[in-house]
């Protein structure tokens, strides 16, 4: 089978691409949906040619963990608001519990069943056909994600590189040797050289592109936000602290992880403190790797965008380390200070490990339950945007990184539908100051199902919200490099509204699919409104087509997993329905949306096993 990912490197000057940022516009402008591209460019799934959801190196030693292994008794809101905190200030990880876990086979058996192992099984009543779902979200239930772990000084499994096998619960040995040393220094950070534990994670876009085609891009870098949320969050649970690495020369931890050639990206690596007091030698790793990885499909399709954009988003072997971010920088400026404490007591939490394992993304909401309490609300909100530790969010990565407050990309604007006390409208989440900003009041239910692509699960949650990103400031500080950051900043918050809300007692789910432009109008970021939201939102909902619970909404109690998009097949746009085309121009717009989310009480799913 032909792989097309490696035809990003046909091209010799493509390391030099990362600063020609109108490649990042042009992209996100040309995978924006709208009311009609999703009627008028119909995409046919061939079933026979979907991608296998798992990757298994044949050939490859498996050592399986054992199932079920148990989890400490750590919230899920206590995990959250520890992620930032740290415990020296001139070196970078530390290994910080008075009293640690040991690090040996039950240890890593805890942290992968709790992040990115299988956990439950859904069955179609019509075929009897099963698909597996997993701890951490997909767009589409397709898993681009895949996980190796470079491990040092554990107990019971030796130093090397593996590859997590997520249908068997077991580890793949690709080679033996030094592999936190030798990431660490093709990371350039040889602060983590002794680390016990470095996990990468890598994408394999066309797992997405299958279903999403072009714009399977932004669905990776989401999942890949949830993914390395999930993992950092049940480390520190374990007590082993740890932040993100994303910035490096991709050819380099290309050839680093073996994977020339093939169909996997490396995308983001975490880096943990270290437990290893031996001062035995470690072997250098070995050249060859071990296994070969197994064909997903009988033909694999290229998307030209999405491999332009990835393309776009490299950066050379000469790169450094992450750019200094200045404090001009207008998502850092006025620093918000740390939680404190300020839920330590009066929040609600649960066992992190029960709710990682129960957490599902809703079809739909039950739109007659009892409305949220405000407080939950809050919580769930100032949790979800707590610090942590990333080399792009300017506090991890050495002494060079900024103490205090890292930088925030991305805003919280909400739908609020039923939340007691909490007037029906549209707000701003002031991270810097824990609380909400009203900007309009009134029912938003109808717009935003529309605007989430006319699903109805976003106008019957509790409330619904748009991630809108700052595309300029990211892109003039990193470079297009910075259209994956902010990705990962959205799908890391999104992890911990799904997380947060199972915590407390309901249910949520990504949506990654919109109407990209709509949103701009309807929040009044675009040049023919007046500024006003209270104008954008009765001309959005002047634009609404389609009512909630009406049939094309009820499209999305028949998609499976989050984010889905619930146009599949070829629908006529209705002849009295002018096109126009907006008098702003929408690509230069600075704030765009990236995600939604929805958050509410889930209907039950009948293909779901007990």
């Known amino acids: ?86 415990s020296r200030t001139t070196g970078e990880i530390d290994f910080d519990d008075s009293n640690p876990s040991q ?139 740890g932040g993100a690495i994303a910035h490096f020369a991709d050819s380099r931890l290309l050839r680093a992880l073996g994977l020339t050639g093939g169909d996997e990206a490396p995308m983001a690596f975490l880096v943990f403190g270290s437990n290893n007091s031996s001062t035995q030698v470690p072997s250098l790793p070995q050249e060859a790797f071990v296994g070969v990885p197994n064909e997903l499909s009988v033909e694999e399709v290229p998307y030209e965008l999405l491999l332009g954009i990835h393309r776009a988003t490299i950066l050379p072997d000469t790169a450094g380390l992450t750019p200094h971010l200045p404090a001009a920088n207008p998502a850092m400026a006025g620093g918000r200070p740390p939680l404190l404490g300020r839920f330590r007591d009066a929040a609600r939490d649960s066992n992190l490990g029960v709710i990682a394992r129960r957490r599902r993304s809703a079809l739909d909401f039950d739109a007659r339950t009892p409305p949220m309490e405000r407080s939950e609300m809050e919580q769930l909100l100032d949790y979800a945007t707590q610090d942590w530790r990333a080399d792009w969010r300017g506090n991890f990565g050495g002494e060079s990184a900024e103490a205090g407050r890292a930088a925030d990309f ?25 609380g909400l900003e009203q900007l309009h009041r009134g029912n938003v239910e109808r717009v935003a199902a529309y605007l989430s692509l006319e699903q109805a699960l976003a106008g019957n949650a509790c409330l619904a919200v748009s991630m809108v990103a700052d595309l300029a400031a990211a892109a003039k500080i990193f470079g297009n490099r910075g259209y994956r950051y902010v990705h990962f900043e959205a799908g890391a918050i999104g992890q911990r509204l799904y997380l947060g809300a199972e915590a407390l007692g309901w249910n949520a789910t990504g949506i990654g699919a919109f109407y990209d432009d709509d949103v701009h109008r309807y929040l009044g970021f675009l040049e023919e409104t007046d500024g006003s939201v209270s104008s954008s939102v009765d001309a959005a909902e002047q634009r609404t087509l389609v009512m909630l619970g009406s049939p094309a909404s009820r499209i999305a109690s028949a998609i499976s997993d989050s984010g889905d998009d619930p146009f599949s097949g070829n629908r006529q746009v209705r002849a009295n329905e002018p096109k126009t085309a907006p008098r702003g121009d929408s690509s230069k717009l600075s704030q765009q949306v990236i995600y939604h989310f929805a958050i509410g009480r889930a209907i039950p799913d009948p293909r779901l096993e007990a």
């Open 1 to 86: 089978m032909t792989r097309f990912l490696p035809r990003v490197w046909d091209d010799p000057q493509c390391a030099s691409f990362n600063e020609e940022t109108e490649r990042l516009y042009a992209y996100h402008q040309a995978t924006k949906h709208t009311y009609y591209s999703v009627r008028e460019n119909a995409h046919y799934l061939d079933w026979n040619n979907q991608p296998d959801p798992f990757r298994i190196y044949e050939g490859a030693p498996a050592t399986v963990l054992a199932p079920e292994p148990g989890f400490p008794d750590a919230g899920t809101f206590g995990a959250m608001g520890a992620l930032g905190s740290r």
């Open 103 to 241: 690090l040996d086979a039950v240890w890593l058996s805890r942290l992968l069943w709790h992040s990115m192992a299988v956990s439950a099984w859904k069955k179609i009543p019509s075929t009897g056909s099963r698909y597996s779902l997993r701890v951490n979200p997909s767009s589409g239930n397709l898993h681009p994600t895949e996980t190796y772990l470079a491990l040092n000084g554990f107990t019971d499994v030796d130093d090397g590189l593996y590859h997590y096998r997520a249908d068997r619960h077991a580890l793949e040995l690709r080679s033996p040797g030094a592999w936190t040393q030798h990431l660490a220094e093709a990371l350039l950070i040889p602060w983590a050289a002794e680390s016990s534990l470095i996990v990468g994670l890598t994408s394999i876009f066309w797992r997405e592109a299958w279903k999403y085609r072009d714009r399977a891009y932004r669905y990776c870098c989401h999942d890949l936000g949830h993914a390395m949320m999930s993992l950092l969050l049940a480390a520190r649970a374990l007590g082993l602290p």
């Open 410 to 434: 991305v805003t919280l604007y909400l739908y609020v539908h039923r939340v007691r006390d909490c007037e029906p409208g549209v707000y701003r989440w002031d991270g810097s100051s824990h």
